[in-house]
């Protein structure tokens, strides 16, 4: 599969939090950092998502914000 | 700083393409792999970014995508 | 702190409504017009957000949409 | 026009900035603060945006950052 | 009404999902395929919808992800 | 590939307009509407989009605005 997103990176489902209408996934990256993805619980449902399952993560760089302290 | 967004990690600025409007910056995470974030052109000088900086990069969860291959 | 975006505003946390997963913060700038907000449950908490606290409020430019009637 | 988004204010605009793919368009809010929008350059010509031109400028809730410093 | 958005086609709402803070509107687009729309439920109460209504759906070009398999 | 996203259409690239920074492609679905997705031209490279390739259009439902008129 390729997509016209510049960020893909890969990682581990970690923890998966299930809402009425949205859920939260977390993905561990490298194994070091966590990744946050929000997304309906329905597309929850339809990946059939559940912890240690290998997923790619994907942003399109126009989501990204520098920031600088 | 704290900030309502779940995805925050830190990096250097690997490399910068300066557009019209719109400007690409690209930051080295963990030595590892590479983020790019679109942003306006304007606020690529307003935030004075240069190949070195340390950055850090931010992303709603809302706006992250998990696909399985 | 500076960042890659356009619009940055500040103003006074008047509402908070939280969910499961999600959560609605909305803030009141310039004590005429009111902004929303949504973000995970978990953003909310690790902010710590609280009537009447001050925020900035930041979106980036490409997620801003205009309209004529 | 009824819309669902939470965010919606009225200005007027101040400053075009017009690019090959990508426009910029400042929007003049209540005299006091500037939104910035940035649109594809065909969605710039298809709304005929000239300075001084009334809009609304509507953004979704989800991609609106709460930041406190 | 005119707006920035290059992507805009009409529909009847066919499903609604109402949550707690987020809720999901479905649209049948040409009788053929559905889009999914996450608003806030507030939104979702401020637009009145219900199945049968038709509706214009809109999408900013940069939210908009080509995949080719 | 499975991805967590409601929305998902097949179309074929009608068109291409490549810029310093960011691109934009077209695509045409069902053959009746058009459908326009801005992405980097990095990204436009790596796709290798051509007129006429097949392609799915994605977008996650928290970037879809439904508007009555």
Known sequence: ???G???DV???VSAI???DVMSLAKVKVK???ELSSAMTTES???LKLKKGDRVRVIVKAVNVLL???
């Open 5 to 7: 997103a510049r960020n």
């Open 17 to 19: 939090l299930k809402g």
């Open 31 to 33: 194994g070091t950092f």
């Open 44 to 46: 929850l449902k339809s």
């Open 1 to 3: 599969m390729k997509h």
């Open 10 to 12: 890969t990682g581990k």
């Open 67 to 69: 920031v600088r302290d």
